[in-house]
């Protein structure tokens, strides 16, 4: 008798350590894949005094997605999750200069993510996440020479922030010539997971993005000014990746 409960105690014993090491095992993913949005960008595409290279789906919907999750819980993940909306093109109007403009957005995400598995390759998620959003400006012009016609590029961001709305000129751009701005918001998606194989999937989300951008948070070598007028805030989403399994 005292054998068996010897025995009965080291199986259940046993049983409890495969259970806690099942579920203590570190299960990563690394997703890759592309986003498609609809933010309205007057403060490039209707301003009247500088041409901004023309928007397009590329530069304007299409969104770069780059994420990995760790598995926490049995139907629970959390992650890092970063989309990227790029713009890059010459600025037509600067007949001297001839300056090369650079913008990025960066929504970047902790994303909390539930699911559940309808079959042993399709799973429903949902996920919850809070944003910290960050946009970049960034100017390359030529320096000021006998050939430029003595223009600068302090000359040259002073006429695109006043494009923007401020009228308080800069007096001096050092070599960091680059305009940031912050800001904080939230999104919730809804999606669905095709496994192709147990470490591969295709994952389609939809969903919204809300964010608190406000365009005089900019900020310029220290100095607060005004930015574009941009409507990023309570819109549409998609997504569309693919899903690696790290094991």
Do not use: H
Not at 87 to 93: H, P, V
Not at 129 to 154: C, D, F, H, M, Q
Not at 160 to 184: H, K, R
């Amino acid at each position: 008798t005292i054998m068996k409960s010897q025995i009965l105690q080291f199986k259940s014993i046993l049983l409890l350590l495969l259970i806690v090491s099942l579920n203590g095992q570190p299960k990563l993913s690394v997703d890759l894949g592309t986003g498609f949005y609809e933010p309205t960008m007057k403060g490039f595409d209707s301003n009247e005094l500088v041409s901004f290279p023309t928007g397009n789906i590329l530069t304007r919907n299409l969104l770069i997605n780059f994420s990995t999750f760790y598995e926490f819980f049995p139907n629970a993940r959390v992650g890092y999750s970063v989309l990227k909306s790029i713009d890059i093109g010459r600025l037509e109007g600067f007949a001297n200069s001839k300056p090369v403009f650079y913008r990025t957005i960066n929504y970047r995400m902790i994303p909390l993510e539930t699911f559940f598995r309808l079959k042993p390759k399709v799973e429903l998620n949902f996920t919850l996440t809070p944003i910290w959003g960050r946009g970049r400006l960034t100017l390359e012009t030529k320096p000021a020479s006998s050939n430029a016609g003595g223009v600068t590029i302090t000359d040259d961001w002073n006429e695109i922030l006043n494009s923007f709305g401020d009228d308080s000129p800069l007096e001096q751009v050092a070599s960091d010539n680059a305009m940031v701005a912050d800001w904080f918001g939230y999104s919730g998606m809804l999606g669905y997971r095709y496994y192709i194989r147990p470490w591969i999937g295709i994952d389609f989300k939809m969903g919204f993005l809300n964010n608190s951008y406000k365009k005089d948070r900019w900020r310029f070598q220290g100095k607060k000014v005004k930015g574009p007028d941009m409507k990023i805030d309570d819109i549409p989403i998609f997504t569309l990746k693919v899903v690696y399994a790290l094991k």
